[in-house]
């Protein structure tokens, strides 16, 4: 089975708002059995979601529309279905009482513009909204099936789990699909690319690929077959072979984030740390802490970004600092001493660096940040060279994951 995705709306075209809808239902959709042909995103003009869906009729098994389904004038998708079908829009009795009880329950009066979103195709199925005023839409168009979900994430997800998800697997039956998914750290995507070439090769199954955000390659492995139990034992196998090509460049799986995995082997060790900043502000701790659960590891923080917070809050002496420049390896490591020493830590980080776009030398361009570890061995220092083409949001996101990796590495024992 293949399915379209079309989400409508011009906030997404204008780029106002992220497209979370359709990536969300992609994943799911695959989880079902269900490839996705076509990601479309339209506008809110009725000729172009028309002419958008008379497409995907006539291509695909599944046709998954968001948005459009409010109760405003631009709000087009039920009229530009009821055109495409060739049939005209009927009020649903019970979507127009759930929007009526909808009102009541909140003690407010209902502005009658609100009727317009209890309209559905003749023919057409209402699908319940328990979480908003927006009723979903099933229809059929030959052997094609129609499912048009409200914009608002949380309603869509859930229409989407109560009524589309249960008849997708089963009309998907038959074919099974298991997906796992690989994070790591360290190592770019073309270098990952060739230590996997021989589980990348087109039309293999189960399907490799990475894909890479901020700095972190991820793994995809996606299989199919007849069961679910054969199609887990090729993505198993694969994702066993991926871990021992990779090796200890690979963080965690599924959900797991570098914060996430370094608060997880604290947790279970038992240690703590802190942190000690400049060029990153903070983000490091911020990252620890943004995990539910940190303060039983992560004891405090310092952002120390003048020279002179470096030297009263941390103890770096002044000299360091006039000798080397407060972004230098030695003044990195006296940083991350201070603070585990003050802090009275396991463990502690330290970062400093120039973010840009300004600051940078000959000698010490932008992009150039160090990491400093401390712990009872005394203190590692590493040095970064992001490169000025990087912005700094992106210099300071690197920055934080880079010492979080050092820190992971450190805590599994594997050399850094």
């Known amino acids: 089975m293949e399915a379209d995705i079309i989400a409508v709306g011009t906030e997404l ?20 059995g269900v490839a996705v042909r076509r990601q479309i995103t339209v506008g809110d003009r009725l000729d172009d979601v028309r002419e958008s869906i ?45 929007i009526r009880a909808f009102f009541r329950s909140i003690g407010r009066p209902m502005p ?55 008849e997708l697997r089963e009309r998907a039956s038959g074919a099974a699909v298991a997906v796992r998914v690989l994070h790591t750290y360290g190592l770019g995507e073309s270098i990952i690319g060739q230590h996997l070439s021989d589980l990348m090769t087109p039309g293999r ?22 069961s679910p139990e054969e199609v887990r034992r090729l993505v198993d196998a694969d994702a066993d072979r991926i871990r021992a090509l990779l090796g200890d460049v690979v963080f965690g799986e599924g959900d797991d984030t570098l914060p996430l995995v370094v608060g997880r082997r604290l947790t279970e060790l038992g240690r703590t740390v802190a942190t000690a900043e400049s060029c990153t502000g903070g983000l490091i701790a911020k990252s620890l802490t ?31 600092i006039q000798s080397h420049g407060a972004v230098s390896g030695p003044v990195a490591e006296a940083m991350a001493a201070g603070c585990r020493s003050r802090a009275g830590s396991d463990y502690a980080l330290s970062a400093t660096g120039i973010a840009g776009p300004t600051g940078g030398s000959a000698d010490k361009p932008v992009g150039l940040v160090y990491i400093g570890l401390a712990d009872a061995n005394g203190c590692a220092v590493c040095e970064l060279r992001f490169g000025a083409h990087l912005n700094r949001e992106a210099i300071r996101d690197r920055a934080c994951k880079t010492a979080l990796n050092l820190l992971r590495r450190r805590l599994y024992g594997m050399r850094t």
């Open 112 to 166: 009658e513009a609100n009727l317009r979103q209890a309209m559905i195709p003749a023919g057409a199925m209402a699908l319940a909204n328990a979480w908003g005023t927006a009723p979903g839409i099933r229809a059929e168009a030959g052997q094609a099936v129609i499912y048009a979900l409200p914009g608002v994430p949380r309603e869509m997800r859930e229409t989407f789990d109560r009524y589309v998800a249960p």
């Open 290 to 320: 943004d995990v539910s659960g940190s303060s039983a590891y992560f004891l405090r923080g310092y952002v120390t970004y003048s020279n002179e917070s470096k030297i009263d809050l941390l103890g770096v002496p002044r000299e360091l």
């Open 13 to 32: 075209t204008c780029g106002a708002v992220a497209n979370t809808n359709a990536v969300w239902l992609s994943q799911r959709l695959l989880e079902a």
């Open 205 to 226: 199954n189960p399907s490799v690929g990475t894909q890479a955000s901020e700095g972190q390659i991820s793994v995809r492995v996606i299989g199919r077959g007849a």
């Open 54 to 98: 008379e497409r995907s009729l006539g291509a695909v098994d599944v046709v998954l529309l968001t948005g459009g389904l409010g109760p405003t004038q631009d709000d087009l998708t039920r009229e530009a279905l009821s055109a495409a079908l060739g049939r005209p829009l009927e009020s649903d009795r019970a979507s127009e009482e759930h």
